[in-house]
């Protein structure tokens, strides 16, 4: 693993990276070097909101649109089959036949 980070290598990595919290007396001030200091955090943080931002506003995603294209079928499906089934329950409790005589043979038309 390499001892420095950042853009440049300028940034040492230090307690909590590559050596543990040893004295917690100076957890106050560990804690804010990283925070308010330390570049690498910095441009995680700001790496991190613009991903969370692109996710938010990402219409065109390719993948995002097949993943929601593919929500709306599955629901859609799922409706159609909880309707037949509610038909083919009705005729099963009425003791009736769910085609007559009368009608063609094939495939069921789903309104």
Do not use: C, W
């Amino acid at each position: 693993m390499s001892d420095k980070v950042d853009v440049g290598n300028k940034s040492k990595l230090g307690v909590l990276v590559e050596t543990p919290l040893t004295n917690f007396k100076k957890i106050r001030e560990i804690y804010n070097n990283h925070l308010f200091q330390a570049k690498y955090h910095q441009n995680a943080v700001q790496e991190l909101k613009q991903v969370k931002m692109q996710e938010t506003t990402a219409v065109s995603d390719i993948s995002h649109q097949l993943k929601t294209q593919q929500d709306e079928e599955m629901a859609n499906n799922r409706y159609l089959f909880r309707a037949v089934l509610h038909e083919i329950d009705f005729f099963a409790r009425m003791n009736s036949t769910l085609r007559g005589g009368d009608e063609k043979s094939g495939r069921l038309e789903v309104p």
